[in-house]
């Protein structure tokens, strides 16, 4: 077990996922701590960061932060937080949350997400859980499992859930009847201010919001693709 300290859970409210994943224009900058920064003072209430970004953005922002690491490995496709490894990087980074991946798709070397649970929680007993999800069945799962909080996350980025439009408000509505003891939080495709009335419909104890603010790269994308489809009107 790690020296325990406090752990904050994320209070209701606008969470901003701030990362900048390797391969991406802004990988490697060290920019996501100011945009952590602008997140709060814009009224964020809390943070969504890769472990590796959290101690120089815990220099900037005093809010709760919600930590993960992405790598893939040969056996899987799981690549948010997928084992152990990745779950002490969470852990010694000084987030308040683990976030882990809760599709049910294979993790790598054999592990179970229940195992991974209990390991975290053996590791930082005070650590708060998000669960990354994509259907209401997996969902529902890792609120039995204990999870703090379950996120949409992963709704139309697994096999189970291709094709699925985002956000999926039907999906939302179902979670906040389904769940037992799991805050919801409502993550993924939130482009505009109607798509987040619409989401705030369901009754979402929180909303994380990433590429529509902390990504340029696709923000300026977006705009152009408005241009293309002109031009290739004309």
């Not at 490894?85 to 980074?93: K, L, M, N, P």
């Not at 229940?114 to 005070?126: D, H, I, N, Q, S």
Request: proline letters at 6%; a negative charge.
């Amino acid at each position: 077990m790690v020296t325990e300290r406090t752990y904050r859970k994320p209070p209701a409210g606008l969470i901003v996922s701030c990362q900048a994943a390797e391969g991406e224009p802004l990988y490697g900058l060290q920019v996501m701590r100011y945009m952590a920064r602008a997140a709060v003072r814009g009224g964020a209430v809390a943070i969504r960061a890769l472990a590796e970004e959290i101690p120089l953005i815990r220099q900037e922002v005093d809010v709760p932060i919600i930590g993960l690491v992405k790598r893939k490995y040969a056996d899987s496709d799981v690549y948010i937080t997928p084992t152990r490894e990745e779950v002490d990087a969470v852990i010694a980074s000084g987030a308040d949350v683990i976030a882990l991946d809760a599709t049910g798709r294979p993790r790598p070397n054999g592990e179970t997400l229940e195992c991974l649970v209990a390991y975290a929680k053996r590791r930082a007993p005070a650590i708060y859980l998000m669960a990354d999800a994509d259907t209401l069945e997996n969902a529902l799962a890792a609120d039995r499992m204990g999870f703090d909080f379950v996120g949409t996350t992963m709704r139309g980025y697994t096999p189970a859930t291709e094709g699925v439009s985002i956000p999926d408000y039907t999906f939302l509505a179902d979670l906040k009847v389904g769940l037992r003891s799991a805050k919801l939080i409502a993550e993924g495709g939130v482009w505009e201010v109607g798509q987040l009335e619409q989401v705030m419909r369901a009754d979402p104890y929180a909303v994380v919001i990433g590429t529509a603010v902390t990504r340029p790269k696709d923000i300026t994308a977006r705009f152009q693709a408005v241009f293309d489809r002109h031009a290739h009107a004309v």
